[in-house]
């Protein structure tokens, strides 16, 4: 007869197994007349999962969000994950979400025969000088969730229990230099199917 902690791993492993990353594009292609209408759809998409916008720029084309924790499977009342397996990950660790929806102008490709010697990207640093109010021509969107993880040195879980822990002391070896925090969030990876999610009903408002 299985424990009830052996039969919370098993479907815990089994919730992975079976999971999958969740359908919606991987950007969404629209006209500079409809770019109005995708950013407040944008804005609604975020609001809907759970995110709140706290940078918005019209004419950059940015929307950044506050961070999100993510509910666990303990947790129905708080955000859902975006399939089995982040559910699964909020209830292991404590984690967040950030999102970010990018509009940018598409611009001319070049051919494969026009193949210079360097290679050049684009100035990350600088800010775009196109203004997408009045741009003419087509839009790009892009949306990233940053995920991001939180740690706390010199904590110690019971391995018979989920409710035992413990955190241990560290004490700096050098008073004149700066320590790392006790606890501090660290990124860890996207969540592409929270990013297709939001892009899907981008889509879907555009479409109605």
Known sequence: MLTPMRLFL???????????????????????QSYASAFDAAIQSAKDEGFQPVFLDRRSGTISTKPLIGGSI???????????????????????????????????QASENDISAQLSGPDLLAPSSIDLTTY????????????????????????SSFRGATVSKT????????QIPESFWT???????????????VEQSLHQ
């Not at 815990?12 to 594009?25: H, R």
């Not at 990124?187 to 009903?201: F, G």
Request: proline share 8%.
């Open 136 to 159: 003419e021509g087509p839009v790009e969107l892009r949306v990233w969730v940053f995920v991001d993880r939180h740690y706390t040195q010199g904590k110690q879980v019971s391995t």
């Open 74 to 108: 303990l947790e129905p009342w708080k955000p859902k994950g975006s399939n089995p397996r982040q559910s699964l990950e909020n209830t292991l660790a404590l984690q967040r979400r950030t999102a970010r929806f990018e509009f940018v102008p598409v611009t001319t």
């Open 187 to 201: 990124p860890i990876a996207r969540d592409v199917s929270k990013e297709r999610a939001l892009l899907k009903h």
């Open 171 to 178: 004490l700096p070896s050098d008073d004149t230099w700066e």
């Open 10 to 32: 098993f479907t815990l492993f089994t919730m992975i197994a079976s999971c999958s990353t969740a359908k919606g594009p991987d950007m969404v292609v629209l006209t500079s």
